[in-house]
Every structure is written in C-alpha cells, then in structure tokens.
T-cell receptor, first 115, second 113 residues
C-alpha cells in the first residue's frame, strides 16, 4: 500500500490563480481530511469527508472547495489564491471501525506559496 | 465545536531527560491518538488509545487515556536528539455522530545534545 499520496509536493502560485491539490489513498478509508499548517503552528481543519459524495466544512474553509466523487480521492481546490493561503497542506485518511481503530494516516504535505 | 488544549506549547530539554506532555478536552473522547511530526514531513502516529484508563507503551514512549475520557498524557523517557519535532494529540469527536478527529495545537520539543 502506498498510503496517502499528495501531489504536488511544492507549488508557487500568483495571486488570483487557481489550482487543485490532489490527494489519494489506497487503504479503502471512508474518512478523509484536509489540514493546513502555518509556520510554527498546529493543524487547522479545512474540510473533511465521511464518505464518497459527502463533505463538511472544518475550522477554516473559506477560499477552498472540495469534492469526493470516489472513496480514494479527495481533491482540494483553491479558486482565487491569496497570500494568506501560503501554508503547508496535509491530507489524511482514517476509517473508524465501529468507533475503534480511528488512526489517521497523513500524506507528506504540499508546500504552497502564493506571491 | 470540540476544543483540545495541549500543553506545554514547547519544551527545551537536555539529552537523557524525560519529558511529559498532556492534552485536555472540553468533552469526552473515545479515542486518543499521539502523533509526531518531523521537520518537513507529515505527522506519524506514535500511540493509539481506545479505552479509558488504558496505559500503552511504545519503546521509550508511554501514553495514557484518562479515566474521565477528557484527557491524555504522553511521556518520553531518556530523550535522544532524534526525539526533536512537534508532538500532536488527537481525539475522536463523538458529538453529532461525525466521528472526525480533532487535533491539539502541538508541542515543539527541542533536545540539546
């Protein structure tokens, strides 16, 4: 298993540009998450999904959109990039089996700079 | 929403010392997880706890799930330089049936050789 794979690893965007951060997992997990981590800070939840076709806002959803058409993929879309979106983005997945075994596995992150 | 308070926010210790960190919640969790993040990497799971009162060890790491289900601690014994990183606690949110994970803000550990 590859686990959680994020692409790209690095990206520089100009203000106003758009892009999609890709995330795919091969563990058949039903829960997937997107977090952002600013320098020296903790993880802030952007969006999450409890299964294909279902998404919910997290703590900081403004400026982002997500979709979950399949169990494996959970792309994060930035429509109009702003300098405040400069951050490291992490995708994670988990699969609660009746409330147990809820370990979340993380991707390696995407470092995004908006200039 | 759920709140996790993780403390301390940072620690500077000498190699060989023990270190403790804890997380408290405003409400009950039924799962507590501890992660470590190395610089430039994603968080990696260290220990998972599923039962109130559970005490689990992983090498030099020991973690406990509080009896009240609102707290957890992580101890690292005999620290070494590679213990440097950010440690996160995470709890499973049982309110509203969403079961999403909630993370603490992290504890940055520096180990001086």
């Amino acid at each position: 298993n590859a686990g959680v794979t994020q692409t790209p690893k690095f990206r520089i965007l100009k203000i106003g540009q758009s892009m999609t951060l890709q995330c795919t997992q091969d563990m058949n997990h039903n829960y997937m998450y997107w977090y952002r981590q600013d320098p020296g800070m903790g993880l802030k939840l952007i969006y999450y999904s409890v299964g294909a076709g279902i998404t919910d806002k997290g703590e900081v959803p403004n400026g982002y959109n997500v979709s979950r058409s399949t169990t494996e993929d959970f792309p994060l879309r930035l429509e109009l990039a702003a300098p405040s979106q400069t951050s490291v983005y992490f995708c994670a997945s988990s699969s609660p089996y009746g409330g147990l075994n809820t370990e979340a596995f993380f991707g390696q992150g995407t470092r995004l700079t908006v200039v | 929403g759920q709140q996790l308070n993780q403390s301390p926010q940072s620690m500077f210790i000498q190699e060989g010392e023990d270190v403790s960190m804890n997380c408290t919640s405003s409400s009950i969790f039924n799962t507590w997880l501890w992660y470590k993040q190395d610089p430039g990497e994603g968080p990696v799971l260290l220990i998972a706890l599923y039962k109130a009162g559970e005490l689990t060890s992983n090498g030099r790491l020991t973690a406990q799930f509080g009896i009240t289900r609102k707290d957890s601690f992580l101890n690292i014994s005999a620290s070494i330089p590679s213990d440097v990183g950010i440690y996160f606690c995470a709890g499973q949110d049982t309110q509203g049936g969403s079961e999403k994970l909630v993370f603490g803000k992290g504890m940055k550990l520096t180990v001086n050789p």
